[in-house]
């Protein structure tokens, strides 16, 4: 039985959410695609480490009938990369202010590869029973950092609301990347602090982007505010 409802001649859009975020973050993107009669699942990305996450999101795709477009924010970029491999359903990647690794790279290179990244600052650490550690981005620098472009009351919102990832996830090499068999779309915000715009648009050109939209003053939570620009996007890769 498929987890979502299907749609004749729509793909099924899986949206996959990154650190210090939850699925709710894709609120306005998931109204606007269900109002064009898309299939939308926003899976609930653990953030435990890249392999683990990739196999769960595989696991999810095994349950959905069609074809898929996956979506990802920061470092559900990661996830997508990774999980989008080996299944023929898998059309398109969006990649929504997020990750586009190639093997070898983790999310902690690709953000320090430019200048222009300040998450490392504004970042507090909860020690784990097996040894590891939780990373949140502590609430009162979380709208300068993570939303700048949101209002300060939704902002706070979120910071409250946020997930934490495990700090090896972020260091964990990727694996081999989806991009390079199956096409890509692109969007960030010019202003985003977590993962520098002059990265975001080197990975972009790297994947051989059909499409890279680059929006002036926007943050690492571009989508947010302006919704309509990601289903644009989306709607572009899902008939591309």
Same mark, same amino acid.
């Given at each position: 039985?498929?987890?979502?409802m ?7 859009i899986v949206?996959v ?10 609120? /306005?993107?998931? =109204?606007?695609l +269900?109002a064009d009669? @898309?299939?939308?699942?926003? &899976?609930a990305?653990? !953030?435990?480490? *890249? ?28 996830v ?5 491999t ?8 969006v ?8 093997a /070898?790279?983790? =999310?902690a290179? +690709?953000?320090?590869? @430019?200048e222009?990244?300040? &998450?490392?600052e504004? !970042?507090?650490? *909860?020690?784990?029973?097996d ?8 609430q ?5 950092q ?7 009351g939704?902002?706070a ?7 934490p990832?495990t700090e ?9 990347p ?17 993962i ?15 499409r890279t ?5 926007g943050?690492?939570?571009v ?18």
């Amino acid at each position: 039985m498929s987890v979502t409802m299907t749609a004749e001649g729509r793909p099924t859009i899986v949206l996959v959410h990154g650190a210090f975020a939850e699925s709710s973050s894709w609120n /306005g993107v998931i =109204a606007a695609l +269900l109002a064009d009669g @898309y299939p939308v699942l926003a &899976l609930a990305n653990p !953030l435990r480490g *890249v392999a683990g996450d990739a196999d769960y999101l595989r696991s999810v795709l095994t349950d959905i009938e069609g074809d898929v477009v996956l979506v990802g924010h920061s470092y559900g970029g990661m996830v997508i990369t990774n999980g989008g491999t080996g299944n023929p359903n898998v059309k398109a990647l969006v990649y929504i202010g997020g990750f586009a690794p190639d093997a /070898g790279e983790s =999310a902690a290179d +690709l953000a320090g590869r @430019y200048e222009g990244g300040t &998450l490392g600052e504004t !970042l507090a650490a *909860v020690k784990l029973p097996d040894g590891g550690t939780d990373l949140y981005i502590r609430q009162d620098r979380y709208h300068a950092q993570f939303a700048g472009d949101s209002p300060p009351g939704e902002a706070a919102i979120m910071a409250a609301t946020q997930r934490p990832i495990t700090e090896s996830a972020l260091t964990e090499p990727s694996g081999e990347p989806a991009w390079k068999s199956i096409p890509s779309w692109f969007l960030f915000g010019g202003e985003d602090k977590n993962i520098p715009a002059a990265a975001h648009r080197f990975m972009a050109e790297r994947a051989g982007s059909r499409r890279t939209v680059e929006l002036a003053g926007g943050s690492h939570t571009v989508a947010i505010p302006e919704p309509a620009a990601a289903v644009d996007l989306i709607r572009e890769a899902a008939h591309g």
